[in-house]
Structures are given as structure tokens and as C-alpha cells.
């Protein structure tokens, strides 16, 4: 099955732009959604699609693709943005199964 | 405003059955696939599977043999069992929906409601 990678770690200055990215060949094939996680609490989705967002997710959130890769932007990260971020698809090799990235933490400075 | 109530027994002994499952309130069942996802304690999220309202599964490889998630139509409810648990298995296991989105330029799966997690923790 297809993987997802994404790096573990992030940090942006408050009020900066941040990219956060997710790599893998399933992303040739389909869109990558994503997911903001604070402790203790349950995944958010955050982007999905092209560059969708649902409903009370602030417009600083974007997402975008090329390639393999997918990207999450956070344009002015504020300090509630410090989260956990995961990425996920669909497999693209060839069986209907979901796939998640490892999560990226990041910390808002 | 679609909710999610999950539960099941949070601590088992090695070798015994995980049992868990999944109420969806105010919206429709039908139409989505409803998956089950897991985390263990300072790791990521692992998808472990997903069901339809027609009882259309699709599991994790590296859990399938384990695994089986059911649904019962009647009560809007899906539940997921996982067999032999070790410690490796303990972890937070969340309920969620799946669905689909299209445009011209492509696909993308995504889950848009969850529940708040239950923790299932293996241990003799």
C-alpha cells in the first residue's frame, strides 16, 4: 500500500506563513485532505479537496498539490495554530484503502 | 449538525476481543462510509477500516485479519471488534465519517465528522 510522509516537526513565528507538506504517490492520483489535532482532543478537518474548507475554518488555511506532494498553508499562524497536522488519501494502489501521514507538530513561536 | 457518541470497555486483557461502537446522530447514514481509526499513545493516526450503509467493508491490510466492523442500519450504529488485542493495541479509537468529494481536476476522501475518542488500553 501507498505511504504518506510528512516532516515531524514545524516551527513558524508568530504571525508568519508556514507550509507544511505530505508526499506520496497516491497524491499523483488524488487530493489530499487534512487534519488539525490539539492534545487530548480529536482530529479537525481542517482541508479537503482542491482547497476546501469546511465550515468555521478560518480562510488562513489553504491547501494546495503539485505532483506528489500536497500542501497545507497557514498564512498569519496564530498561536492556537500550534497543533498536530496529518495529512491522508486514499491508497492509489489499486485497493480502496484510507492512508495517513505521521503527523507534523507544529509550533507556533 | 451531525454528532458522533462512541463507546465500549476501555481496558481488556491480552488475548481477549475489543468491542466498540458508534452512534450517528442527526444526519443521514446512508451515503457515507463510516470508518474506524486509532491512536496509540504519542504515535499518529491509523486507519483501521470503514463500512457502508450496505455493509460494504474495506480494512486496514496490516489489521484484517483481526478486524471486523458491522452496522446496523435500524439504530444507526456501526461497531467495530478486534480480535486477540495485545498491548500493542491499546491506543485511542476514534469513530468517524467518510466522505467524497469530486471536481473536474480530481478526487479527495476525507473525514468530516468525529467522535470525541474512547481509550482502550491492553494490559494483564
Known amino acids: 500500500s501507498s505511504e504518506l510522509t510528512q516532516d515531524p516537526a514545524v516551527s513558524v513565528a508568530l504571525g508568519q506563513t508556514v507550509r507544511i507538506t505530505c508526499q506520496g504517490d497516491?497524491?499523483?492520483?488524488?487530493?489530499a485532505s487534512w487534519y488539525q489535532q490539539k492534545p487530548g482532543q480529536a482530529p479537525v478537518l481542517v482541508i479537503y479537496?482542491?482547497?476546501n474548507r469546511p465550515s468555521g475554518i478560518p480562510d488562513r488555511f489553504s491547501g494546495s498539490s503539485s505532483g506528489n506532494t500536497a500542501s497545507l498553508t497557514i498564512t498569519g499562524a496564530q498561536a492556537e495554530d500550534e497543533a498536530d497536522y496529518y495529512c491522508?488519501?486514499?491508497?492509489?494502489?489499486?485497493?480502496?484503502?484510507?492512508?495517513f501521514g505521521g503527523g507534523t507538530k507544529l509550533t507556533v513561536l | 449538525q451531525v454528532q458522533l457518541q462512541q463507546w465500549g470497555a476501555g481496558l481488556l486483557k491480552p488475548s481477549e476481543t475489543l468491542s466498540l461502537t458508534c452512534a450517528v446522530y442527526g444526519g443521514s447514514f446512508s451515503g457515507y462510509y463510516w470508518s474506524w481509526i486509532r491512536q496509540p499513545p504519542g504515535k499518529g493516526l491509523e486507519w483501521i477500516g470503514e463500512?457502508?450503509?450496505?455493509?460494504?467493508?474495506n480494512y486496514n491490510p496490516s489489521l484484517k485479519s483481526r478486524v471486523t466492523i458491522s452496522v446496523d442500519t435500524s439504530k444507526n450504529q456501526f461497531s467495530l471488534k478486534l480480535s486477540s488485542v495485545t498491548a500493542a493495541d491499546t491506543a485511542v479509537y476514534y469513530c468517524a465519517r467518510g466522505n467524497n468529494y469530486y471536481d473536474s481536476s480530481g478526487y479527495s476522501h476525507y473525514m468530516d465528522v468525529w467522535g470525541k475518542g474512547t481509550t482502550v488500553t491492553v494490559s494483564s
Open positions: 497516491s497524491l499523483r492520483s488524488y487530493y
Open positions: 479537496g482542491k482547497n
Open positions: 463500512i457502508n450503509h450496505s455493509g460494504s467493508t
Open positions: 491522508n488519501s486514499r491508497d492509489s494502489s489499486g485497493n480502496p484503502h484510507v492512508v
